[in-house]
DNA sequence: AATGTTTTTCATTTATTTTTGAAAGTTTAA
DNA sequence: TTAAACTTTCAAAAATAAATGAAAAACATT
């Protein structure tokens, strides 16, 4: 296999699974070209490999550095921004871990607590299956929560080093 | 708060957080209508609950019962089919993660190995950068990979056990 | 086997998400 | 200050995903 084609399949798999998990399939298609780029790219270069247009490459890379994904380079004696992307793995699962946590997880663990506060007739199965169903859930939110945050504190040994010793 | 407005309100949360993680929205709400319902339901007690179509409440049964995360139950002398969805949480988490890593972890670890395995000039800095990158993503989702295996393999207690005291 | 009941299918419609591209906005340097 | 280089915005278009509903199929009852 050819460098270039393994790019291509590497973008491609890249974007396939972003998609999957509610990442703009093309976010991950800029993310995973950045990747693998030695050299911090131009917008029209980004543009030109992904056969994307001008709005949707500069909106793109805005979101990636939103997310803490990718950096604007600027070159001494170049006009144009270039934009490289952060290498290191984890970094890059700490750093969406910690945006998906914020965005998404927590505003739902306070609507689960909210929910979990709920009185009423104990007698009424309509209530007692959703106070058990709600409060269970909460608890797993929970406990995703503690294991998301430790994480985040953690070093990248404890991630590749013990956790991975714990596993197997 | 009302029972009738909590459920509202959790069905709406679940219906949001399964959008964002590539889950059908309607699917996630249909999910927590049943996890909440102390009794099975029929397909037109779904449909007039989330007001939704026959065909939309028949198909995201269907996908349901697909997930491992709904039954079907035949009531003597009753002619329809009742629903009811798996109420253990951990049981849920085990069956979304098995499902998941078959669905697109595993598709992608696969063409990573193949990634991998790539010959080139190791003096190009392109070549140089993609195969560090791709090793390294390998690396990560291997070990993504080994943890949800091994939470599939384990008890419910590790998780809200255990690992729980680790990671607090 | 004919009839009423329930479930499934799927072509079409509707809703949502993503992309485009041209115009407006900014920055830089002569 | 002006003009070229570059970046950003956003309304409209295109692409994609999801939902509808009527018809067909499957099923059960007499």
Same mark, same amino acid.
């Given at each position: 296999?050819?460098?270039?084609?393994?790019?291509?399949?590497?973008?491609?798999?890249?974007?396939?699974?972003?998609?999957?998990?509610?990442?703009?399939? %093309?976010?991950?298609?800029?993310?995973?070209?950045?990747?693998?780029?030695?050299?911090?790219?131009?917008? *029209?270069?980004? /543009?030109?490999?992904?056969?994307?247009?001008?709005?949707?490459?500069? /909106?793109?890379?805005?979101?990636?550095?939103?997310?803490?994904?990718?950096?604007?380079?600027?070159?001494?004696? *170049?006009?144009?921004?270039?934009?490289?992307?952060?290498?290191?793995?984890?970094?890059?699962?700490?750093?969406?871990?910690?945006?998906?946590?914020?965005?998404?997880?927590?505003?739902?663990?306070?609507?689960?607590?909210?929910?979990?506060?709920?009185?009423?007739?104990?007698?009424?199965?309509?209530?007692?299956?959703?106070? %058990?169903?709600?409060?269970?859930?909460?608890?797993?939110?929970?406990?995703?929560?503690?294991?998301?945050?430790?994480?985040?504190?953690?070093?990248?040994?404890?991630?590749?080093?013990?956790?991975?010793?714990?596993?197997?």
């Amino acid at each position: 296999m050819e460098l270039a084609e393994a790019k291509l399949k590497f973008i491609e798999a890249w974007g396939k699974l972003g998609s999957e998990w509610g990442i703009n399939r %093309t976010m991950a298609q800029v993310h995973a070209l950045l990747m693998v780029s030695p050299e911090a790219l131009t917008t *029209e270069e980004v /543009m030109a490999e992904l056969s994307i247009s001008r709005g949707n490459a500069n /909106m793109t890379l805005r979101d990636l550095i939103d997310w803490g994904l990718v950096e604007k380079q600027h070159k001494t004696g *170049e006009r144009k921004e270039f934009f490289f992307a952060e290498k290191d793995t984890w970094v890059i699962a700490r750093r969406v871990a910690e945006e998906r946590k914020k965005r998404e997880l927590d505003p739902v663990l306070k609507i689960l607590g909210q929910l979990t506060e709920i009185q009423g007739d104990e007698k009424d199965p309509a209530f007692k299956t959703f106070k %058990t169903s709600v409060t269970d859930i909460n608890k797993l939110a929970k406990n995703v929560n503690n294991t998301l945050e430790t994480m985040l504190k953690a070093e990248e040994s404890w991630f590749f080093g013990s956790i991975f010793k714990i596993f197997k």
